[in-house]
């Protein structure tokens, strides 16, 4: 009889050390998520248009105070940013590219990109200073800082070799 019940006893003691680790199993991931996610708010991520301003402005006929923007004649071409979610949690960095979209027949050349916040400028790495014609490439990477609840912008800034400056702004917001 002793044999039998040590037996028993065994495999009972056996599962109630299982259902036990499963409800920790299914408790301790609940606890952990609510502690990363669910207490800090969510930012949400918009960038502006890319505006273009060409170095050598041309003015309308005689007469007129109209000025002529000819971006379109100078660059052909597109310009994103990538690895920009569209909601970030408050607190998290992340790293995000520029990529440049040549749709022209010409070479576009880069003079220099950078990133400038209300902390101050970001560190950009140029990747590429030349992108052929028909091709995209990714021509700067840079590190956003983790934001603040409050959310922050910044404006990115592509100078061309040719003088041409081209502006977007990147700006975070609480989520409505």
Excluded: C, Y
């Amino acid at each position: 009889m002793n044999g039998l019940r040590l037996s028993g006893e065994r495999p009972r003691r056996f599962f109630t050390a299982v259902a036990i680790a499963s409800i920790f199993a299914t408790a301790v991931p609940a606890a952990w998520a609510s502690q990363t996610g669910g207490d800090r708010p969510m930012l949400t991520a918009r960038m502006s248009r890319w505006q273009g301003d060409p170095a050598r402005k041309r003015k309308g006929p005689p007469g007129f105070d109209l000025q002529f923007r000819l971006v379109g004649a100078r660059f052909d071409g597109t310009f994103g940013v990538e690895g920009v979610p569209q909601s970030v949690p408050a607190g998290e960095p992340f790293d995000a590219q520029i990529k440049l979209t040549n749709i022209g027949g010409k070479r576009i050349k880069l003079a220099s990109v950078t990133v400038s916040g209300e902390g101050g400028a970001l560190t950009t790495d140029l990747i590429a200073r030349k992108v052929e014609p028909r091709t995209s490439a990714t021509v700067a990477s840079f590190k956003v800082p983790a934001q603040s609840t409050t959310g922050s912008s910044f404006q990115i800034v592509v100078i061309l070799s040719n003088g041409d400056r081209h502006t977007a702004t990147l700006s975070f917001a609480k989520a409505s």
